[in-house]
């Protein structure tokens, strides 16, 4: 046995089985199977992206040793941006760029603040949470502004960020699919990965062997800026309008997906399919808990007690296995 | 103005209220869904109520829940369940309302009680292959998908609380009260957007702040 032992020495290892226990629970418990129905698995496959894209980028930063609170406010200015920008006539396509930029520029001052002022980014980020959100309220005065006519259903637009494939598979699992494999492949198979983890880690060890570590965390903020403007998009084109509260929730939500997924909260530690099994868990509790007929009243309650005994399972099965 | 007291002048020192009668708005929308219920032929002795509310602890919600169980009692509906929505984000409202739909084919009836919840109607509806019709469903406040809902036949019926006149009045009010102390209570809502005229005229103020 012992592939097993090494197959439990992988930290995410323990998620996903915990992970696949609670699929296997909610297939086989939910009434008439109903959390394997065609008509769930696509609402759940076209709605957990618009969270999972943003917390795929907040865990690169949290093993970079950083949190990102602002993701609940860079999301919806970054989507009013969008929005503002269709309606001065621009193509869906340009304003889309021009979002995930206005997501890279507020990541990079959300990094820039940080390294400089050696700040906490817990309070950097906790800052320009509110500070954008106030800004939003003032600039859109919180009034919703429909696309729907900007970009049409059927569009080539609205096809690559709301459609399906198959009449069937959602395309944003597609984008959250896309966006793991490329930080996957960047966090362990690239250099820059290495400079991640060993800033995360350990920051002055980290510049005794010569890494940028203020450029490397600047780096990580903006790519969280950059995946909030994506997703900000994402979500205007399948709900056809801005909201300005788009987002609001997503910032201890993401974190929450991400310890779920075995990152550290002090950083250092913590994979790519990890995060993406804790991006999965938090929407899957949410859905199979509803199918099974819970009162839906009290969700959170629920919701809350078994993401804290996921993490006790997960670190409890990771001191077994050491 | 905008969101009185749950007890009205009662429960509050207040001078007057300019806003929606909560209760009032409520209990009109939900007449005019069951009663479109019964044009069908649904027997409302069986039918369930689901109310989904972003905020279930919050002051609307209750009032405003409180004047569709009125409703209720009057059309003979016992069964219903009031959903936690999981809070003002669009995503986790849709999540939840397209779950509770599948989770509970009895469901007869699907409010929004307030204006997200509303708005993501029409995806929930649609999301778990419900046909336009087939829930009757409506809620509050005019937001873009809303209205497109009911252009589609996904959504019965919203109540627009017409905010303008809430600003409005609160203005004239406080310069009538300065000159000759009148302290009115004004309701402004409870308008029914039920049919493509009414939806046509919200479309063509909305962009200017009116509607």
Not at chain 1, 110 to 116: D, Q, R, S, W
Not at chain 1, 158 to 171: I, Y
Request: proline share 4%; hydrophobic share 50%.
């Amino acid at each position: 046995m012992e592939w097993v032992r090494n197959f439990l020495r992988y930290r995410a290892a323990n998620t996903f089985l915990v992970f696949i226990g609670l699929v296997m629970f909610f297939s086989l418990l939910t009434p008439n199977y109903l959390f394997v129905d065609r008509r769930n698995l696509a609402a759940l496959g076209k709605l957990f992206p618009d969270l999972g894209v943003v917390a795929l980028g907040v865990g690169v930063l949290m093993i970079c040793g950083e949190f990102d609170l602002s993701v609940s406010s860079v999301l919806p200015f970054c989507s009013y941006v969008f929005v503002r920008l269709l309606y001065r006539g621009f193509a869906p396509f340009w304003a889309f760029w021009a979002a995930l930029g206005v997501g890279a520029l507020l990541g990079l001052l959300n990094g820039l603040i940080t390294v400089k002022t050696k700040m906490p980014s817990f309070i950097t980020t906790l800052g320009t949470m509110m500070f954008w959100r106030g800004v939003l309220y003032i600039w859109s005065k919180m009034m919703p502004a429909g696309i729907r006519n900007l970009v049409p259903s059927g569009s080539l637009f609205e096809r690559t960020f709301a459609g399906t494939v198959g009449s069937f598979f959602p395309v944003q699992a597609l984008w959250f699919a896309l966006f793991a494999v490329i930080l996957g492949i960047l966090l362990h198979y690239h250099r820059f990965g290495n400079w991640i983890y060993a800033t995360g880690d350990n920051r002055d060890a980290a510049r005794a062997m010569g890494i940028n570590t203020d450029l490397v965390k600047t780096a990580c903020f903006m790519i969280v800026g950059v995946l909030c403007g994506f997703s900000a998009c994402m979500q205007a084109v399948r709900i056809g309008s801005f909201a300005a509260t788009q987002g609001i929730g997503f910032e201890l939500r993401a974190i929450a997906a991400c310890v779920v997924g075995g990152t550290s909260l002090r950083g250092g530690v913590g994979s790519m399919p990890g995060i993406v099994l804790g991006a999965l868990t938090i929407p899957i509790l949410d859905n199979g808990l509803i199918l099974l007929r819970v009162p839906v009243f009290g969700i959170s309650a629920f919701i809350g007690i078994a993401t804290i005994l996921f993490v006790v399972l997960n670190s409890y099965v990771e001191r077994k296995t050491r | 103005m905008n969101n009185d007291d749950s007890e009205g002048a009662v429960g509050n020192p207040r001078l007057c209220y300019i806003g929606q009668s909560e209760k009032a708005a409520a209990y009109r929308l939900a007449r005019r869904l069951f009663d479109e219920a019964k044009a069908k032929g649904i027997d409302l002795s069986k039918a369930h109520v689901a109310m989904a509310a972003e905020v279930p602890g919050a002051n609307y919600a209750k009032i405003r829940a409180s004047g569709i169980l009125e409703a209720m009692k009057e059309y003979g509906i016992t069964s219903y369940e009031i959903i936690d929505a999981g809070g003002l984000e669009m995503t986790t409202v849709e999540a939840r309302e397209t779950a509770y739909l599948l989770a509970h084919p009895e469901t007869t009836f699907l409010i929004g009680l307030g204006g997200i919840c509303t708005d993501r109607l029409t995806a929930s509806l649609k999301a778990a292959g419900k046909q336009p019709g087939e829930i009757i469903a409506g809620g509050f406040d005019t937001t873009p998908d809303t209205l497109a809902g009911i252009k589609e036949g996904y959504v019965t019926a919203t109540i627009d609380q017409q905010q303008y006149l809430q600003g409005y009045f609160a203005v004239y009010v406080l310069y009538l009260y300065n000159k000759y102390g009148f302290t009115p209570n004004i309701d402004t809502g409870g308008y029914l957007v039920d049919s493509p005229e009414k939806i046509a005229l919200i479309e063509k103020l909305s962009p200017e702040h009116i509607r």
